[in-house]
């Protein structure tokens, strides 16, 4: 048996000959060289003219931005069938996603990025995905012919030479994809094997029309989007429809086979790992995150055999990223979504969460006014972040959801020490929460409009609705977008609530003054309190009626708060609340005092929508009920995780599975959003915090992404150990 042996990070990579049986030779080798990163677009230094500054600031950024791009060298290898892959160094303005070379957004993320404000706000990444219909179809002379009509239209100077940028750089990208051509050429002339020979010259034929005029086949549409991918590698957005109509066109006529399509999807699925910068973040499985399935503008299921190739495709590959979202719909059928499950549990990568379609389409349709035939694109990026192909992710922070219990019960105790009533207090609350959301939606808008003095160009090409409305992504340039700054502290804010309706309104076990006392003494002197509290508590996760209509309450509370609201840009917001790869739920937590929920002063905030340390009592299916229940309206339907751990035996058994497969089905069914699965036990976590030596291999889904275990900082590794393990 031939073992294959990577190391990344400290991370070894044991890869049997069984892993890759169904992968031929050829794409074996380009699985090696990626992984051991020769295959990594290493930029080449361009030298620009020091007279450049005698231009004006946009004719200069283009000119850089053009020389830059040509001046690139393919990364190919007698093995490729695929190439077009280059990353910008920070010389000039590059993509959208790595903000390099932007330089006003560096100067805010210099002062805000990862660093708090008032407990309140935090500034982070922000994700976008590009949308390939338009160069799919008619190719970058059609997005040329959109410029030259833009130009007519719009007669501002500011706008005039920002169209005039992007031609050029449209220019630059057509002479990249001919420069691809004749280097493959030259290949293929000094390479032994006739096969590879000949996929080099149908590689150089193939880039004299693609990306410059629309794709003719299956082959060219993948190699299109390959190449384009480089001016903003993020999220690849609905790939299946992408490709759908070459992928039929071609199998239909017996132009390709369905393993032939394997092949090429499986290079191409190779891609955003080869262009994953090797560091802190290589072996994170957030990057390039795309969708699969969903509702169709007729309102059917669109999970095709096409979407089904490409999660076969991608579970073959031994690969970190990228990782996939499955849409269910209520036409899916079981066997397809029984089929993704079944991938997800075999998938030692953890590459694959699910999200419901119904649920998103109410919040963005109802809630988001977002006609229904553009909504059916979205697409999860990133972390789990909610955009539109062709659209950026419009927020941009990250917010202390809990925040305001803090003040209320540490800084204006005052005012709801005598509130007669649970509706006197409830509506003291709602006005506290409404004060720290006009703060946290404030200071979103304030990063976006410091990144929007930034130009972006190589991106807007591929962004809706920029080349139309002449205006950079960066600027508000497209027209469908969604904020979802994300707010840390639900679940502690839900259940702090549901304590003071519960033990202070409803049971009448203690007094506001008593619980006002215990959370200013950090509940020193007050065990048995604390200790009924977590005893007798109806804590959100365990579906009963008291805490289904609080956790219902506050969302429809935020509902009222936010309908009709915008973003600087005139985008709808809705929430999300996980913390993607940084610990700001610590960081938050650390400065946020003790809360009724029996957090202790300084104790870890909540993330995502689910529960944790035992507060879930009542099992899974409860769980997954209250999660369903709690928001009506959608106003979740942004960035949202619920992480769910299963012991191993409700996936491994097969029987359990079955049981699992129609129980996650309900859930949808009922009203969920999202889930993505744990099924490590808590003895496996704790043994590999002891001795990460011994877990290498061990990955976990974190928040909207999987890493390894023994890599994830301590306080993420501690609540990962601290989610409920639910059984059958």
């Given at each position: 048996?031939?073992i294959?042996i990577?190391t990344?990070s400290?991370?070894?990579?044991?890869?049997?000959?069984?892993?890759?049986?169904d992968?031929?030779?050829r794409?074996e080798?380009?699985?090696?060289?990626?992984?051991s990163?020769?295959?990594?677009?290493?930029?080449?230094?361009t030298e620009?003219?020091?007279e450049?500054?005698?231009?004006?600031k946009t004719?200069?950024e283009?000119?850089?931005?053009c020389?830059?791009?040509?001046n690139?060298?393919?990364?190919?290898?007698?093995?490729?069938?695929l190439?077009?892959?280059?990353?910008?160094?920070?010389?000039c303005?590059?993509?959208?996603?790595n903000?390099?070379g932007?330089?006003?957004?560096g100067?805010?993320?210099?002062e805000?990025?990862?660093?708090?404000?008032d407990?309140?706000?935090?500034?982070e990444?922000?994700?976008a995905?590009?949308?390939?219909?338009?160069v799919?179809?008619?190719?970058?002379s059609?997005?040329?012919?959109d410029?030259?009509k833009?130009l007519?239209?719009?007669s501002?100077?500011?706008k005039?030479?920002?169209?005039?940028a992007?031609?050029?750089?449209?220019?630059?990208i057509?002479?990249w994809a001919?420069k691809?051509?004749l280097?493959?050429?030259?290949?293929?002339e000094?390479?032994?094997n006739p096969?590879y020979?000949?996929n080099?010259?149908?590689?150089?034929?193939?880039l004299l029309?693609?990306?410059e005029k629309?794709?003719e086949?299956?082959?060219?549409?993948?190699?299109?989007?390959c190449?384009?991918?480089s001016?903003n590698?993020?999220?690849?957005?609905?790939l299946d429809?992408y490709?759908q109509?070459?992928y039929?066109?071609?199998?239909?006529?017996?132009?390709?086979?369905?393993n032939?399509a394997?092949?090429?999807l499986q290079?191409?699925?190779?891609?955003?790992?080869a262009?994953?910068?090797?560091?802190?973040?290589?072996t994170k499985?957030?990057?390039s995150?795309?969708?699969v399935?969903?509702?169709?503008?007729?309102k059917?299921?669109?999970f095709?055999d096409?979407s089904?190739l490409i999660?076969?495709s991608?579970m073959e590959?031994?690969?970190y990223?990228p990782?996939?979202?499955f849409?269910?719909?209520?036409?899916?059928?079981?066997e397809d979504?029984?089929f993704?499950?079944?991938?997800?549990?075999n998938?030692?990568?953890k590459?694959i969460?699910?999200?419901?379609?119904?649920?998103r389409?109410?919040?963005?349709?109802?809630?988001c006014?977002?006609?229904?035939?553009k909504?059916?694109?979205?697409t999860?990026?990133?972390?789990?972040?909610?955009a539109?192909?062709?659209?950026?992710?419009a927020?941009?922070?990250?917010?202390?959801i809990?925040?305001c219990?803090?003040?209320l019960?540490?800084k204006?105790?005052?005012?709801?020490?005598t509130?007669?009533t649970?509706?006197?207090f409830?509506?003291?609350?709602e006005k506290?929460?409404?004060?720290?959301l006009d703060?946290?939606?404030?200071?979103d808008d304030?990063?976006n409009?410091c990144r929007s003095?930034?130009?972006?160009y190589?991106?807007?090409?591929?962004?809706n609705d920029c080349?139309e409305?002449?205006?950079?992504?960066?600027?508000g340039g497209?027209?469908?977008a969604v904020?979802?700054?994300?707010?840390l502290?639900m679940v502690n804010?839900i259940?702090?609530?549901?304590?003071?309706?519960?033990?202070?309104y409803?049971?009448?076990?203690?007094t506001?003054?008593?619980l006002?006392?215990?959370l200013?003494a950090?509940?020193?002197?007050?065990?048995r309190l604390?200790m009924?509290?977590?005893?007798?508590?109806e804590?959100?996760?365990?579906d009963t009626?008291?805490?289904n209509?609080t956790?219902?309450?506050?969302y429809d509370?935020?509902?009222r708060?936010?309908k009709g609201?915008?973003?600087?840009?005139?985008?709808p917001?809705?929430i999300?609340?996980?913390t993607?790869?940084n610990?700001h739920?610590k960081?938050?937590?650390?400065k946020t005092?003790?809360?009724?929920d029996?957090r202790?002063?300084g104790?870890?905030?909540?993330?995502?929508l689910s529960?944790?340390?035992?507060k879930?009592?009542?099992?899974?299916?409860s769980?997954?009920?209250s999660i369903a229940?709690?928001d009506s309206?959608?106003?979740s339907c942004?960035?949202?995780?619920?992480?769910?751990?299963?012991?191993?035996?409700?996936?491994r058994?097969d029987?359990?599975?079955?049981?699992?497969?129609d129980?996650?089905t309900?859930?949808?069914?009922?009203g969920g959003m999202?889930f993505?699965?744990?099924?490590?036990?808590?003895?496996?976590?704790?043994n590999?915090k002891k001795?990460?030596?011994?877990h290498?291999?061990l990955?976990?889904r974190?928040t909207?992404f999987?890493?390894?275990?023994?890599k994830l900082?301590e306080?993420?590794?501690d609540?990962?150990i601290?989610?409920?393990?639910h059984k059958?």
């Amino acid at each position: 048996m031939c073992i294959y042996i990577f190391t990344q990070s400290d991370i070894i990579v044991l890869i049997t000959k069984k892993a890759v049986s169904d992968m031929n030779e050829r794409i074996e080798k380009l699985v090696q060289m990626t992984l051991s990163g020769e295959m990594f677009p290493t930029p080449v230094k361009t030298e620009y003219d020091r007279e450049d500054i005698f231009l004006s600031k946009t004719e200069m950024e283009s000119k850089r931005i053009c020389e830059y791009i040509e001046n690139q060298t393919p990364v190919l290898k007698e093995f490729c069938t695929l190439t077009g892959l280059l990353s910008f160094d920070g010389s000039c303005v590059g993509d959208a996603f790595n903000v390099a070379g932007h330089t006003e957004a560096g100067k805010v993320m210099d002062e805000f990025y990862l660093k708090q404000i008032d407990n309140i706000s935090v500034m982070e990444w922000q994700h976008a995905t590009g949308d390939y219909h338009k160069v799919l179809e008619r190719g970058i002379s059609g997005i040329t012919d959109d410029i030259e009509k833009s130009l007519k239209i719009h007669s501002e100077p500011e706008k005039q030479d920002f169209l005039i940028a992007t031609k050029k750089v449209c220019q630059s990208i057509i002479k990249w994809a001919h420069k691809c051509s004749l280097e493959a050429l030259k290949l293929s002339e000094t390479t032994q094997n006739p096969q590879y020979r000949k996929n080099l010259q149908k590689l150089s034929k193939a880039l004299l029309n693609v990306p410059e005029k629309g794709a003719e086949n299956f082959y060219e549409a993948v190699l299109c989007i390959c190449l384009c991918y480089s001016f903003n590698p993020d999220s690849f957005g609905t790939l299946d429809r992408y490709l759908q109509k070459f992928y039929d066109r071609d199998i239909q006529n017996g132009v390709i086979t369905r393993n032939e399509a394997k092949e090429i999807l499986q290079e191409f699925l190779l891609v955003p790992q080869a262009r994953n910068t090797p560091g802190i973040h290589s072996t994170k499985g957030g990057q390039s995150h795309f969708c699969v399935g969903g509702y169709t503008k007729d309102k059917e299921d669109g999970f095709t055999d096409l979407s089904k190739l490409i999660i076969e495709s991608l579970m073959e590959l031994p690969t970190y990223i990228p990782e996939v979202s499955f849409r269910w719909t209520p036409k899916t059928s079981r066997e397809d979504f029984r089929f993704v499950l079944d991938c997800e549990r075999n998938d030692k990568f953890k590459r694959i969460a699910f999200t419901n379609d119904e649920k998103r389409m109410k919040g963005l349709v109802e809630f988001c006014s977002i006609p229904f035939e553009k909504a059916i694109n979205y697409t999860l990026v990133g972390c789990n972040e909610l955009a539109f192909p062709g659209a950026i992710s419009a927020s941009t922070s990250k917010g202390n959801i809990l925040r305001c219990i803090d003040t209320l019960f540490h800084k204006k105790s005052e005012t709801i020490e005598t509130a007669p009533t649970f509706e006197d207090f409830y509506e003291i609350f709602e006005k506290e929460l409404f004060s720290d959301l006009d703060i946290i939606y404030d200071y979103d808008d304030k990063y976006n409009l410091c990144r929007s003095r930034d130009i972006n160009y190589v991106s807007s090409i591929f962004f809706n609705d920029c080349i139309e409305n002449a205006k950079s992504l960066t600027k508000g340039g497209t027209d469908v977008a969604v904020s979802s700054p994300m707010l840390l502290g639900m679940v502690n804010l839900i259940d702090s609530i549901i304590v003071v309706r519960q033990f202070v309104y409803e049971k009448k076990l203690i007094t506001m003054k008593e619980l006002i006392n215990a959370l200013k003494a950090n509940w020193k002197g007050y065990d048995r309190l604390r200790m009924m509290i977590e005893k007798k508590c109806e804590f959100f996760g365990n579906d009963t009626d008291l805490s289904n209509d609080t956790s219902r309450r506050i969302y429809d509370s935020i509902h009222r708060y936010l309908k009709g609201k915008r973003s600087v840009f005139g985008y709808p917001i809705v929430i999300g609340d996980h913390t993607g790869y940084n610990e700001h739920f610590k960081w938050f937590g650390e400065k946020t005092k003790a809360t009724p929920d029996t957090r202790f002063d300084g104790d870890v905030l909540s993330f995502g929508l689910s529960q944790r340390g035992g507060k879930d009592r009542e099992g899974l299916t409860s769980l997954l009920s209250s999660i369903a229940k709690a928001d009506s309206h959608a106003v979740s339907c942004g960035s949202t995780v619920s992480n769910i751990t299963v012991e191993e035996s409700l996936v491994r058994n097969d029987d359990n599975f079955e049981k699992l497969v129609d129980m996650l089905t309900s859930y949808f069914k009922c009203g969920g959003m999202h889930f993505q699965l744990n099924y490590v036990s808590k003895e496996d976590l704790i043994n590999a915090k002891k001795i990460p030596d011994e877990h290498k291999n061990l990955r976990v889904r974190v928040t909207g992404f999987s890493e390894y275990f023994v890599k994830l900082k301590e306080s993420i590794q501690d609540d990962i150990i601290e989610r409920t393990s639910h059984k059958c």
